[in-house]
């Protein structure tokens, strides 16, 4: 059989503008009148950008305090030695003291911040059971292979929740004082520990599995708590709203940092009479101290902080802002140079 181009065959593709490529294109012709203009536009706007955000990100306030318990750095060092080498660490209790001179404006966010701490390693990162977080009864009772060696107890009981990362929930807990008068008691400042999770974490990725018979303890029962938990997970709060894998501390703490060095929120400070930020006084931040770091060399601080339009404090935002502005108002001024540097020598080049 002779093929003939013009006969259809099986792979040619039809007569049509768009498989033959004959689509009519506009190709952007760059011109030193239209090229200078836009790197000096984009540079002001981006220095514009970023001043207005490293200005709000100087505007927040923080106070921040290291709690490690290092030799010779406050009450919690004495805690600290107790938990030296032991795990998990004893009971411990250690407190913070500092003053306000003025207000500090709310509403005001309080974080625990941990060093040295790599939750994005890879085989950490993988030491879960998304299963058995959303709640399915068949994963609760058979772990992923991926939770090992937290899979399973030393007695064979399957572990919930399971994993290197559950086993490493953070489980320090704090408590403010608010000092009114000289002299005069200390008064409980109300900590807001609703709502401190992200939406999707909370009402999508995390569920408890079904009750039976109107009890979360009866459906654990038959699995172990992490090897590291003082209590299982159902008893992680009173509230039966916010226990099991639904507990806002568990959920905030399995969303593994992306860096070594990462906040997590703990409470807001929005009630009662501290809705407009912290008064001026004396207080005191009673801490449990249970949370071991000096193993990995790490470091514990707490931290209160207020936010702006663009959220906590970030300057890095800024300053690349403005690097960049300023690398487009440079390559412009460059361009310009060589623009009217060579202009006049294609001109000549024209009329010969």
């Given at each position: 059989?002779?093929?003939?181009?013009?006969?259809?065959?099986?792979?040619?593709?039809?007569?049509t503008a768009?498989?033959?490529?004959?689509?009519?294109?506009?190709?952007?012709?760059?011109?030193?009148?239209?090229?200078?203009?836009?790197?000096?536009?984009?540079?002001?706007?981006?220095?514009?950008?970023?001043?207005?955000?490293?200005?709000?990100?100087?505007?927040?306030?923080?106070?921040?305090?290291?709690?490690?318990?290092?030799?010779?750095?406050?009450?919690?060092?004495?805690?600290?030695?107790?938990?030296?080498?032991?795990?998990p660490p004893?009971?411990?209790?250690?407190?913070?003291?500092?003053?306000?001179?003025?207000?500090?404006?709310?509403?005001?966010?309080?974080?625990?911040?941990?060093?040295?701490?790599?939750?994005?390693n890879r085989?950490?990162?993988?030491?879960?059971?998304?299963?058995?977080?959303?709640?399915?009864?068949?994963?609760?009772?058979?772990?992923?292979?991926?939770?090992?060696?937290?899979?399973?107890?030393?007695?064979?009981?399957?572990?919930?929740?399971?994993?290197?990362?559950?086993?490493?929930?953070?489980?320090?807990?704090?408590?403010?004082?608010?000092?009114?008068?000289?002299?005069?008691?200390?008064?409980?400042?109300?900590?807001?520990?609703?709502?401190?999770?992200?939406?999707?974490?909370?009402?999508?990725?995390?569920?408890?599995?079904?009750?039976?018979?109107?009890?979360?303890?009866?459906?654990?029962?038959?699995?172990?708590?992490?090897?590291?938990?003082?209590?299982?997970?159902?008893?992680?709060?009173?509230?039966?709203?916010?226990?099991?894998?639904?507990?806002?501390?568990?959920?905030?703490?399995?969303?593994?940092?992306?860096?070594?060095?990462?906040?997590?929120?703990?409470?807001?400070?929005?009630?009662?009479?501290?809705?407009?930020?912290?008064?001026?006084?004396?207080?005191?931040?009673?801490?449990?101290?249970?949370?071991?770091?000096?193993?990995?060399?790490?470091?514990?601080?707490?931290?209160?902080?207020?936010?702006?339009?663009?959220?906590?404090?970030?300057?890095?935002?800024?300053?690349?802002?403005?690097?960049?502005?300023?690398?487009?108002?440079?390559?412009?001024?460059?361009?310009?140079?060589?623009?009217?540097?060579?202009?006049?020598?294609?001109?000549?080049?024209?009329?010969?």
């Amino acid at each position: 059989m002779t093929w003939s181009a013009t006969a259809r065959g099986a792979h040619q593709p039809d007569n049509t503008a768009f498989t033959q490529q004959r689509l009519p294109a506009w190709q952007p012709l760059l011109s030193a009148s239209i090229a200078l203009p836009l790197f000096f536009c984009a540079g002001l706007a981006f220095i514009g950008l970023g001043l207005g955000l490293y200005y709000s990100s100087n505007g927040i306030k923080e106070l921040e305090y290291d709690y490690t318990g290092d030799q010779d750095t406050g009450n919690c060092s004495v805690c600290a030695a107790a938990g030296e080498g032991r795990a998990p660490p004893p009971p411990c209790s250690c407190a913070w003291y500092f003053s306000l001179p003025e207000l500090f404006q709310g509403p005001v966010y309080l974080y625990y911040e941990l060093t040295n701490f790599y939750q994005n390693n890879r085989r950490y990162g993988v030491s879960r059971d998304d299963e058995q977080l959303s709640g399915m009864p068949s994963a609760l009772r058979h772990p992923a292979n991926e939770c090992a060696p937290y899979q399973r107890s030393a007695a064979g009981l399957p572990i919930a929740p399971c994993g290197a990362i559950a086993n490493s929930l953070f489980n320090d807990s704090f408590s403010l004082w608010h000092q009114r008068q000289p002299g005069g008691p200390y008064v409980e400042v109300p900590l807001d520990r609703s709502g401190i999770a992200w939406w999707t974490d909370y009402h999508v990725k995390f569920r408890n599995p079904p009750l039976v018979n109107g009890s979360l303890a009866l459906a654990f029962q038959g699995t172990a708590p992490p090897p590291n938990w003082r209590r299982p997970v159902y008893e992680l709060s009173p509230d039966p709203n916010n226990t099991g894998f639904i507990n806002q501390d568990f959920v905030v703490w399995m969303r593994t940092a992306a860096l070594p060095t990462f906040r997590k929120l703990y409470a807001r400070i929005r009630q009662g009479n501290y809705s407009a930020g912290l008064p001026r006084g004396a207080y005191r931040v009673n801490i449990t101290y249970n949370y071991p770091v000096r193993a990995f060399d790490g470091h514990k601080l707490l931290i209160f902080s207020s936010i702006s339009w663009m959220g906590g404090k970030n300057p890095f935002l800024g300053i690349a802002y403005l690097v960049v502005g300023s690398l487009c108002i440079l390559i412009g001024f460059v361009m310009l140079v060589v623009y009217i540097r060579y202009q006049d020598q294609d001109d000549d080049d024209d009329e010969e």
